[in-house]
């Protein structure tokens, strides 16, 4: 699906980190390989250092924390927000919408839009289309895009493929109307026959958590998790992202009579960082334009990775200058996104770290 | 060559004998996709290359006969 969206701009950016860091070399030991092995690997795929919430720590927190952050601040009004997109795969419950939670806990009033949506690696891109698509409406003149996983909590300990790759954290994003002649392109494609990719495959109501869900296996390459854990399988998820991600921007180059020096940066999803490397080497594109240092400073945070990349590589700068971006997100579902914009002069662009 | 392979088989998988085994190394999960990552960063470091996205497919990894085939196309 191909979608266009005019006077919408991203006007600031911030993303909210735990404080909590947790070291690759200090978790080797729980894992089913040699020291050596598993080193090797870390240095290929970016495994070092994550952040991690505790066991108390919920999405709503962090973005509460975040949000009263930006009213402390003067940063944002909370009588001019209009609505909230939460994009998460980590609710705080089934039921009621966690974007709902955020609303009261920061006494929001009932005017304001609250939507949950479950998405993950692109979640950030299908945080934005949704939040353009408020925006057409003339009561709708701001929107906040929360991005916010907790996805530690539900991978396996004894699980080297994936818990070393897998961070928390949350970002908010403020999406609002502009009356410069802003034109912004989005790609979108979903294929849910491949929907067992990457997934959590009990826990949820179509096989409930009971004793047998929760107990660890051990599967034939030496990795343990049980089914209320997250699965990974790898070679699916390589081989959908540098077939289905140059696919898009070709497409993208095509439409809008572009190449890709029209951009002054790609901020993709950040999956690990042998993916980035080889991916950014079939598009032919220059390291320094991808930044891929996201999962070995902070870990993957599935849909916060991209505007977090935005904090972490751009941050102040951001607010002085304006880029031309490709956003990327491409994973869980599976669903891809590239969403073509600027990056103009934000009021923030910054990281804070998560504090209770 | 076949040499150079087998040894970097058995760095990342110490308890298979790579040398008398001739045996699917994906379809019977001898590698999981992990493996073939690390595999694929010492190739590139023995052998001095690159190995495109396209070729990274479990089908180019599936024996030693096909990894050979594969480092071959590239030198």
Known sequence: ????????????????????????????????????????????????????????????????????????????????????????????????????????????????????????????????????????????????????????????????????????????????????????????????????????????????????????????????????????????IFNFVVTKVPEMLNEIYKDLKIKKEYFDYFFFHQPNKFILEKLANKIEIANSKLPSNIVENFGNGSGITVPLNICFNLGSKATKKEYKVCLGGFGVGLTWSIIVCNIKKLSFCKIIEFKK | MENKIIKILKNTKPNINFSKNKKKLIKESILDSFDIVTIISEIEKEFNISIKANDIAAKNFDSISKIIKLIKKYN
Request: charged share 25%; net charge positive; hydrophobic share 35%.
């Open chain 1, 1 to 236: 699906m191909k979608l266009k969206f005019y006077n919408k701009k991203i006007t600031g950016i911030i993303s909210i980190l735990p404080k909590n860091k947790v070291y690759f070399k200090n978790e080797m030991n729980n894992y089913n390989f040699s020291k050596k092995q598993s080193l090797k690997l870390a240095k290929i795929m970016g495994y070092s250092s994550r952040r991690v919430v505790n066991e108390k720590t919920s999405v709503s927190d962090l973005c509460v924390f975040g949000l009263n952050y930006l009213f402390k601040k003067k940063l944002i009004k909370k009588d001019k927000i209009d609505a909230l997109v939460l994009v998460t795969q980590s609710p705080d419950y089934f039921l009621p919408p966690t974007s709902n939670v955020i609303s009261g806990k920061i006494n929001l009033r009932p005017d304001v839009i609250c939507l949950d949506i479950n998405q993950g690696c692109a979640g950030y891109e299908v945080g934005l289309i949704q939040a353009f698509m408020l925006l057409e409406q003339k009561n709708i003149s701001k929107v906040l895009v929360l991005n916010a996983d907790v996805l530690s909590k539900k991978v396996s300990i004894k699980d080297r493929n994936s818990r070393p790759l897998i961070g928390d954290g949350a970002t908010i994003t403020i999406v609002e109307k502009s009356k410069a002649n802003e034109k912004i392109n989005a790609y979108i494609k979903m294929d849910g026959k491949k929907y067992d990719s990457l997934i959590i495959p009990a826990g949820g109501f179509k096989q409930q958590s009971n004793s047998s869900t929760k107990k660890l296996k051990k599967d034939k390459f030496g990795n343990s998790r049980s089914l209320e854990h997250l699965l990974m399988k790898g070679d699916d």
